[in-house]
């Protein structure tokens, strides 16, 4: 079992719709909880993360994370065709990082 | 937030040559770099830890003698890919680490694709 399960997709929706992305893990140890977004031939770049379990929010993103149930969440409200990227799910413990295998979204104008 | 620049952005070689990625971060000090390859499509696999002042720490199944990785300083860390091969080709991104307290943040640099002839 993966550290960190994500699925693929791809993701297509159209423009103005909520996004829901979506982790687990299966690490109780796990501390932090982050969001990175990986435009075409870019490196990924942080967008969010969190600590524990709850909501953090960041204009139109909200990270999510569920410790009871090992699930991490991401939520895009009114989607832009600008949000379209690969968008990874990663915890860590410690300096040990663990990544998911990326959502591909494309947000269709 | 902090920045890693990453060089060359694409590089193309022969088959047999070696080629030197340069990793470095340029607002913060680095006591620790991340070198990943990622395949198209595919999540980031990380390939060393890099440790400034000591031998990196390879992942299983990677060639450390193949992907020579040298910390010099606190803001810079290269890969070396030797006598690269087709196979060889890819994405490859470092990323550096920043501590604070106990909070573990990685920031990625831009990538470099790598294509083998």
């Known amino acids: 079992q993966k550290e960190v399960e994500q699925d693929p997709g791809p993701l297509s929706v159209p423009e103005g719709a909520i996004v829901s992305l979506n982790c687990t893990y299966s690490n109780s140890a796990f501390q932090y909880f982050m969001w990175y977004r990986q435009y075409s031939r870019k490196g990924p770049e942080l967008l969010m993360y969190t600590y524990s379990s709850g909501n953090k929010e960041d204009g139109r993103f909200t990270a999510q994370v569920d410790k009871s149930s090992k699930y991490i969440s991401l939520f895009i409200r009114d989607s832009q065709p600008s949000d379209s990227a690969t968008y990874l799910c990663a915890s860590n413990t410690g300096n040990q990082f663990y990544f998911g295998t990326g959502t591909s979204l494309t947000v269709i104008p | 937030g902090a920045v890693v620049s990453q060089h060359p952005s694409r590089v193309i070689c022969k088959s047999g040559t070696s080629v030197k990625i340069e990793c470095r971060s340029l607002?913060?000090?680095?006591?620790?770099m991340f070198w990943y390859r990622q395949f198209p499509k595919k999540s980031l696999m990380l390939m060393a830890t890099s440790n400034e002042g000591s031998k990196a720490t390879y992942e299983q199944g990677v060639e450390k003698d193949k992907f020579l990785i040298n910390h010099a300083s606190l803001t810079l860390s290269t890969l070396t890919v030797t006598s690269a091969h087709p196979e060889d080709s890819s994405f490859y991104i470092c990323?550096?680490?920043?501590?604070?307290?106990?909070?573990?943040?990685?920031?990625f640099g831009p990538g470099t694709r790598l294509t083998v002839t």
């Open positions: 607002d913060f000090q680095a006591t620790t």
């Open positions: 990323s550096a680490e920043s501590s604070r307290g106990r909070r573990y943040e990685q920031y």
